[in-house]
């Protein structure tokens, strides 16, 4: 855990995927991807409900993730069909579909996004590694609710500017925090949905006091999501006893043979709300 509050460039696993992720926009170019994005806008492309108020029920919400493979578990899903996981989702009670882009380290493809949007009426998350405006533009033109900013791997100056050129674009943001600087800093930036992270994307290693210790602190106006390490109910309900409004769930979900009714297993927990 980085307890500095000066910024540096995320090193391990984090800084690998940050050095492919800019090898490839260098290689897409970033005016094809503005162009794609200002497209969809003018053609006044239909939107999926706010993915804030879906995270706001009685009970915690999941967002179940549409995830292929991972660094730290490797090959999740042999042949996932990406429309048919959304699908088994939403029937089983999901209030959200999560959607992993990024190709070299986790299976996933823009493609994965459209036939999640296509195949269900719940908001889409975009979780890819964003670092520029125009996959912003392009998240917007595949179909997405939201995206995902990370805010370690952000120099602190360049989070608040990404945040606010996606507001332009009406896409909502998750922040994802590990201390509480970084907390701080999302806040600060106006961030309505802040996702603690229990996995540290340098090192792989997960610690579940790390969501515990963080999502207290965040206040009741802001969206608490738990990442990270929920499988069973019993997780569900340690989330909900720390404050946590919803949990987002990959792994469990990609290796499950019956997605649909492992989700119905995670939903029913009361949220229990935080204070301040």
């Not at 961030?191 to 229990?198: C, E, F, H, K, L």
């Not at 738990?226 to 979900?253: I, T, Y």
Request: proline content about 5%.
């Amino acid at each position: 855990m980085q307890a500095s509050r000066e910024w540096s460039p995320p090193g391990g696993t984090l800084g690998e995927i940050l050095d492919e992720t800019r090898r490839r926009l260098a290689t897409i170019g970033k005016v094809g991807a503005g162009k794609v994005g200002a497209g969809a806008v003018s053609a006044g492309a239909p939107r999926r409900p706010a993915l804030s108020e879906a995270l706001r029920g009685p009970q915690v919400a999941v967002i179940a993730e549409v995830k292929r493979r991972s660094p730290s578990k490797g090959l999740l899903n042999d042949g996932l069909n990406a429309g048919l996981q959304a699908s088994a989702f939403q029937a089983g009670g999901a209030c959200a579909i999560s959607v992993l882009t990024e190709p070299t380290y986790f299976g996933g493809s823009s493609d994965d996004l459209r036939a999640v949007r296509a195949a269900t009426s719940l908001p889409v998350l975009r979780k890819d590694f964003h670092l520029e405006e125009g996959q912003l533009h392009q998240a917007l033109s595949e179909g997405a609710s939201a995206v995902l900013l990370i805010a370690r791997a952000l120099p602190p100056e360049r989070l608040p500017a990404l945040m606010e050129a996606a507001r332009a674009l009406d896409l909502e943001v998750v922040v994802e925090v590990r201390t509480e600087w970084e907390l701080e800093r999302a806040l600060d930036a106006g961030a309505g949905i802040v996702g603690v992270n229990s996995r540290d994307l340098e090192t792989l290693d997960v610690d579940e006091r790390v969501p515990a210790r963080l999502i207290p602190l965040i206040p009741s106006g802001v969206v608490a999501v738990w990442e990270s390490g929920v499988r069973d109910a019993a997780d569900m309900r340690r989330a909900a006893d720390h404050g946590a409004d919803a949990v987002l769930v990959g792994s469990a979900l990609s290796r499950s043979k019956d997605p649909a009714a492992h989700l119905r297993t995670l939903t029913g927990v009361s949220r229990l709300g935080r204070h301040g």
